[in-house]
């Protein structure tokens, strides 16, 4: 396997794994458990309001959900600090110049341990919500026809937003 492919591999784990975290963050953020200025609300609370609409949630599993989000906000809080501090200086590792690959190797090291770490916080949060869905919701979470699962499907009108075919942008490389 090439590193290319090695490389692009990781970045999307990383990917998902920010995506998931950012997705906790962000109902974290439509509870009301953080401190935030208006526009990042706003954005929460849509978010929030879109899952709830996408799962049909009641007004009950609304307010139980942000009930355990609101457990969890210093811990996700300090998890999202600590995940967007790695990627920025695996970011600042990868642009310094000369090239260290022992600074970038380390770098790498802690976003994948951020991730880890990130990834464990998602599961006990989930573990928490799960008894409060459906069935037929927690199927279509699994099945990933809820909008929020990516970034790329929160924005309207994309066509291709299940798509996780990567070789477009292999040709585009």
Same mark, same amino acid.
């Given at each position: $396997?090439? =590193? #290319?492919?090695?490389?692009? /591999?990781?970045? @999307?784990?990383?990917?998902? *794994?920010?995506?998931?975290?950012?997705?906790?963050?962000?109902?974290?953020? /439509?509870?009301?458990? &953080?401190?935030?200025?208006?526009?990042?609300? +706003? &954005?929460?609370?849509?978010? &929030?309001?879109?899952?709830?609409?996408?799962? !049909?949630?009641?007004?009950?599993?609304?307010?139980?959900?942000? +009930?355990?989000?609101?457990?969890?906000?210093?811990?996700?809080?300090?998890? $999202?600090?600590? /995940? *967007?501090?790695?990627?920025?200086?695996?970011? !600042?590792?990868? $642009?310094?110049? %000369?090239?260290? #690959?022992?600074? =970038?190797?380390? *770098?790498?090291?802690?976003?994948?341990?951020?991730?880890?770490?990130?990834?464990?916080? &998602?599961?006990? @949060?989930?573990?928490?919500? !799960? %008894?409060?869905?459906?069935? #037929?919701?927690?199927?279509? =979470?699994?099945?990933?026809?809820?909008?929020?699962?990516?970034?790329?499907? $929160?924005?309207?009108?994309?066509?291709?937003?299940?798509?996780?075919?990567?070789?477009?942008? !292999?040709?585009?490389?």
């Amino acid at each position: $396997m090439s =590193i #290319e492919k090695i490389r692009k /591999s990781v970045l @999307v784990v990383a990917g998902i *794994a920010v995506i998931a975290a950012a997705g906790l963050f962000a109902g974290r953020l /439509s509870a009301g458990a &953080f401190h935030r200025g208006k526009a990042r609300g +706003d &954005f929460a609370q849509h978010l &929030f309001s879109r899952m709830s609409r996408a799962l !049909d949630l009641t007004e009950d599993q609304k307010s139980r959900i942000k +009930d355990v989000l609101r457990a969890h906000a210093d811990e996700i809080k300090t998890q $999202m600090q600590a /995940s *967007a501090t790695a990627r920025r200086t695996l970011h !600042d590792a990868v $642009m310094a110049q %000369p090239t260290d #690959e022992g600074a =970038i190797r380390a *770098a790498a090291a802690q976003v994948g341990q951020t991730q880890g770490d990130a990834a464990l916080l &998602f599961a006990r @949060v989930r573990t928490e919500i !799960d %008894p409060i869905l459906t069935p #037929e919701q927690k199927q279509k =979470i699994q099945s990933g026809r809820t909008r929020g699962e990516g970034h790329h499907r $929160m924005h309207p009108g994309n066509a291709n937003s299940g798509n996780t075919d990567s070789s477009t942008s !292999d040709q585009q490389q």
